[in-house]
């Protein structure tokens, strides 16, 4: 009977990015369905994601250690062995996690970007298309839709995985998602590397006062891009 080690896994920018991308997500889902007027709403929690996501890149760089792509982004050795079940119980991303994760980013960064050249041919215009020709906004319009059913598609094996850890493996990664830790009982200590056990990510308020300095100047700048044109 020892105490449970509880490990800072998800800094609170990670957390506030994440939940704050699903509500954009659902307000933009919703508000392209409705059309119409709320396509400006559209827009808004299209630019909203765009600088979420320009966020959580540089935050890949500068975040502490469970944010950081260095630290997550297996190679092939650790992915085989991951996928042969060989390799010991991480703390942050698993290496087949963290590529869901890639692709989510990339495809919602892909999003919003197409999005800002985007013209649905009845009212709404993206902000940067009158730089392209109307055939190239077409493009930009049909691959931004084509993308959409790429995200859901991730969104739903991002889902599905979720719930595979909860009810086949018995662990549950919300919690950490929500609150930043992990609970490590003794008895679990050996399924981990030594090394992992030992690496807390910093969530002070250094780190924090850092986040929100960058994600404020990337709002600006992200501001800027879509008011300026
Ligand atoms: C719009 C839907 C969603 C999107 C686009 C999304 C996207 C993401 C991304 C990009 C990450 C990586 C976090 C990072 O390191 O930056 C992540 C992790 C995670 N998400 Fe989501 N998410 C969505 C919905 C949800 C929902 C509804 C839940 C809970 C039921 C959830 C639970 C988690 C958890 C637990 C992790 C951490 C996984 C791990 O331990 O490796 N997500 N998600
Ligand atoms: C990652 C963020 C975004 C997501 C998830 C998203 C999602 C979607 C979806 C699902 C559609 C409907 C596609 C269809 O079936 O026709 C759509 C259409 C559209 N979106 Fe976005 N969008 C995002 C960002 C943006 C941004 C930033 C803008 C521009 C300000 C934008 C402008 C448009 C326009 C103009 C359409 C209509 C395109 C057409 O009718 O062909 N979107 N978006």
Redesign the pocket.
Known sequence: MGMKKIIRIWDLPIRLFHWLLVAC?IG??IT?NIGGNA?QW??Y???S??TLLIFRVLWGFLGSTHARFSHFIPNRVRLLNYLQGKSPKVLGHNPLGALSVLALLAS?LF??VT??F????IA????LVKYVSESIAGIF??L??AN?GV?YTLIGLHLAAIFYYQKIKGENLVKPMLVGDKEIDPSEEANYAPADLGQASQDGGLQRGLALLLLSLIAVGVGYLITSS
């Open positions: 997500i933009s889902v392209v396509m559209h827009a929690c299209g630019y994601i765009l919602l999003q919003a999005g800002l985007a013209d649905d041919e709404f215009q993206g902000p319009s049909e931004h839709e959409a995200i």
